[in-house]
């Protein structure tokens, strides 16, 4: 069961969970942006997508090399460098976090739109319509 419905969602699944970490990370920016020394942080997400799926793994070759599983799920953060710095140490750009969010927000709407086809998909085949 588990199979056929990983491959009915297929990589949809994980992509809206990380699209929400993402929306996650950058409200956290947009909230911090008055706060003295806040450091901005954000993912590539097609980076952290394909190593969550398995694209591009590494496999380990002698027992003295380590994993390339052994960082943490936010070791895919990355410092925001910006463009123009501010005097007291903040990093966050209200307009690039703004435009970050805005984007991010419509990818996790299509990707929402997408399972929701499939969901929809698999409820008119129950019903053999």
Avoid: C
Avoid at 77 to 88: G, K, N
């Amino acid at each position: 069961l588990m199979s056929m419905i990983d491959s009915v969602f297929g990589v949809h699944e994980k992509a809206l969970g990380m699209r929400n970490e993402r929306l996650t990370v950058l409200a956290k920016n947009i909230a911090n942006a008055e706060t003295p020394n806040f450091k901005a942080r954000d993912f590539e997400f097609n980076d952290v997508l394909k190593r969550e799926i398995g694209l591009g793994k590494m496999t380990l070759t002698n027992d003295g090399h380590l994993s390339a599983g052994a960082a943490n799920s936010n070791g895919s953060l990355t410092w925001e460098v910006p463009l123009s710095p501010s005097l007291d140490g903040n990093t966050v750009e209200m307009s690039v976090q703004q435009a970050k969010f805005g984007r991010a927000a419509g990818e996790y709407q299509a990707t929402l739109t997408i399972l929701e086809g499939r969901i929809s998909g698999i409820r008119k085949a129950l019903r053999g319509e």
